[in-house]
């Protein structure tokens, strides 16, 4: 058997399970190649339990190199196959404190009771009908966004990236109908310019990616979309050198940045762009991807700084694992938008779209908000104290359970043996932060945890001083 005691014993009877009602963990479709992955879907073979692992681990690491495309640098001994709460289980058994959540998606955590109810009861309702019809969910979700936030209206679609693409239609549209043209009159001009910020990360698409900081995600792909200009994150005096009436459409920024290094903007910063777009005639725009949905503490980032924007990018949490994205907007810009203009098939599908109301309900509580702020003040007080003394820790920094520990080093080591001893975390900014972004249930014990293998941890991989 591939698992044979402790806290993976029920994955060890769902593999029982699996085999006696001919029903395989992986269809036999797409396991039938694997030797391996059939034995851990049948749970026949004679190996032990720990070789029998490996070869699991090491055929689908093996099968991945060859069907799926090499995007991405995953660690090649571990294959994650079940989780709950802040805990997920690897094909060993082995137990990891996942203080990542999927990089800030799993709001409720793995397997979250009140999540699988709404999406099995949704399941076996409706699932899909594409936006040429309507349906109660998406409504649903929408009157919840707008009710609890600046908004007017909301647009859905499947993404973080494609979030902040449709902002950029919007806004340029808006910029058009603003100017007096004919928005649909190729030859006429208008304010186009969209300014972005240092540290930034808007999505990989080609309109995101053209206002996203680092250059190694835009060179191979260029020449990406004109029109951007970039300024310096927290300093006013940059985005006012930039901000231009006539010529800027919008200004997107994240009140609190997450792949920049947990950077919370600065009160005046925030507050100056908004009168800067103001006198501009500009549409500020804040990304919360990442920042969004309870993970500072506020339902929304934008909240701990009294600024609102004209529109909004909401995606990671917002359906708890389930991909979904939206932009909220005003109805002055809501107003130059007509059918046709923009669009998705998948986007504000009723599955997705009634798991997110389970989600947005459960942590727009203003009790789940307050735990909140309370983990997040004991995680960053508990990184603080166990890395004391630690001349290599710069800084410990975020708001709510977005927190990040600035190195004078790069961070992937730290990544690397934190993943060892059974901790998640990830990294950001210059690759020199290591990143926190856990379930929003995370609970004490497991942040006190987390806090004193980091602190270990850190003392063992920082270099020499």
Known sequence: MLLQSGSAHKLQQQHHQAASTQRPLLPARCARSSRAVRVAATATAPAPASAAAADITKQVVADEAQYVLQTYARPADIVFVKGEGSKLYDASGKEYLDMAAGIAVNALGHSDPRWYAALA???????????LFHTAPQVELAKRLVHSSFADKAFFCNSGTEANEGAIKF???????????????????????????TSCF???????????????????FLPVMPGHVLATYNDL?????????????????????????????????????R?????????????????????????????????????????????GGLPIGAVLLRQKVADVMKPGDHGSTFAGNPLVCATACTV????????????VVAKGERLRAGLREATAGNSHVKEVRGLGLLVGVQLDFMAG??????????????TAGKGDVVRLAPPLTVTEAEIDHCCKVLGKVLAEVAPAS
């Open 202 to 220: 808007h999505g990989r698409t080609m309109g995101a990616l053209a206002l996203t900081y680092k250059e190694q995600y835009k060179s191979p």
């Open 237 to 273: 005096d940059s985005a006012a050198a930039v901000i231009k009436k006539g010529k800027t459409a919008a200004v997107f920024v994240e009140p609190v940045q997450g792949e920049g290094g947990c950077t919370p903007g600065h009160q005046a910063f925030l507050s100056g762009l």
């Open 275 to 319: 009168e800067l777009c103001d006198e501009a005639g500009a549409l500020l725009v804040f990304d919360e991807v990442q920042c969004g949905l309870g993970r500072t503490g506020r339902l929304w980032g934008y909240q701990h700084y009294g600024v609102e924007p004209d529109l909004m990018s909401l995606a990671k949490p917002l359906a």
């Open 360 to 371: 947005f309900d459960t942590i727009a509580e203003p009790a789940f908000l307050g735990s």
């Open 171 to 197: 806004a340029r549209k808006y910029a058009r109908v603003q100017a007096g043209i004919d928005p649909y009159d190729a030859k006429a001009q208008a304010p186009h310019e969209l300014v972005s910020f």
């Open 413 to 426: 080591p730290v990544v690397d043996a934190a993943r060892a001893a059974g901790v998640l975390v990830i």
């Open 121 to 131: 009861a949704q399941a076996q309702q409706l699932t899909h009908t594409s936006n």
